[in-house]
């Protein structure tokens, strides 16, 4: 499997403001995409991001919002740009990696936001 | 389009009890069925998933999982609750030719004494 860290672990930021957020990866992987779980829900797919090209955002999130870098194989930074409250939540990392069998997408511990 | 529900948003056993947390997917095509486990303050940790082949599939932690296709079913079971397996478990959904997964909205697990 692949080990994902991410940082930081958890911010409070005031609004306004934005954060980044780093994932590093063990292992080089092409595929990459944060998600976002906000307070008692589910994980919402932001975008996926592939090395060497732009990320591709779903609907609903934009990229002068959440503007992602890719520079490499190990590596991917989502920032969250002028924060507001409704922006708190986890926001997780996840690659996507396989040991020899189908893909498999395995998850960082996530950053938990807290905007004031 | 894909989508997973899952039935229960909370679900409480006792210790020693039987657990069944229920997942039935949408999907147009043959799809790549998973459950996630998450522990609080942490991220998602991959419990089972099933591809192709044996329906039935087991996996970490003494959980099990079987894809009824006729039931567009993925129940996640495990025979005999423990107080580690207090958690949120979400059912998420892969259509075959794609990378993208869809989560169910999860479901809470509490065990009691």
């Known amino acids: 499997s692949a080990v994902i860290s991410q940082k930081p672990s958890r911010d409070i930021c005031q609004r306004g403001t934005s954060l980044t957020i780093q994932c590093q990866v063990d292992s080089q992987v092409t595929m990459m995409f944060w998600y976002r779980q906000q307070p008692g829900q589910s994980l919402t797919l932001i975008a996926t991001?592939?090395?060497?090209?732009?990320?591709?955002?779903e609907s609903g999130f934009v990229i002068d919002k959440f503007p992602i870098s890719r520079p490499n194989l190990t590596f991917s930074t989502l920032t969250v740009s002028n924060l507001s409250p409704e922006d708190s939540s986890i926001y997780l990392c996840?690659?996507?990696?396989?040991?020899?069998?189908?893909?498999?997408?395995?998850f960082g511990p996530g950053t938990r936001l807290t905007v004031t | 389009a894909q989508s997973v529900t899952q039935l229960g948003s909370h679900v409480s056993v006792s210790e020693g009890a039987l657990v069944l947390l229920r997942c039935n997917y949408s999907?147009?095509?043959?799809?790549?069925l998973f459950w996630y486990v998450q522990y609080p303050n942490q991220g998602l940790q991959l419990l089972l998933k099933y591809t192709t082949g044996a329906t039935l599939v087991k996996g970490i932690n003494g959980f099990e999982a079987e894809f009824k296709k006729s039931e567009t079913s993925f129940h996640l079971t495990k025979p005999s609750a423990h107080m580690s397996d207090a958690a949120e478990y979400f059912c998420a959904v892969r259509t075959g030719g794609g990378n993208k997964l869809t989560f169910g909205t999860g479901t809470q697990l509490k065990v009691e004494l």
């Open positions: 996840s690659v996507e990696y396989s040991s020899g069998g189908p893909f498999e997408q395995y």
């Open positions: 999907s147009s095509v043959p799809p790549y």
């Open positions: 991001a592939n090395q060497g090209s732009e990320a591709t955002y």
